[in-house]
């Protein structure tokens, strides 16, 4: 009981960020029409201070 106990402290701490900055969402979507087709993208990320992780996808419709 305990270990679950401090479990949940530890995630609480890390989720509001009293251990460091927390990790902020982004996020963003584009849609590009054009001569060419149509381009749809989509990426996704977190960052904080000294840390940022993100991934992006694109595609074309001719």
Same mark, same amino acid.
């Given at each position: 009981?305990?270990?679950?106990?401090?479990? /949940?402290?530890?995630?609480?701490?890390? &989720?509001?960020?009293?251990?460091?900055?927390? %990790?902020?969402? @982004?996020? #963003?979507? =584009? *849609?590009?029409?054009?001569?060419?087709? /149509?381009?749809?993208?989509?990426?996704? &990320?977190?960052?904080?201070?000294?840390?940022? %992780?993100?991934? @992006?996808? #694109?595609? =074309? *419709?001719?």
């Amino acid at each position: 009981m305990k270990i679950v106990v401090l479990m /949940v402290v530890a995630v609480g701490l890390a &989720g509001c960020g009293a251990n460091g900055a927390p %990790l902020r969402p @982004s996020g #963003s979507t =584009s *849609l590009s029409v054009g001569s060419g087709g /149509v381009s749809v993208g989509n990426s996704i &990320g977190l960052s904080n201070s000294t840390f940022s %992780l993100g991934v @992006s996808q #694109s595609s =074309s *419709l001719n």
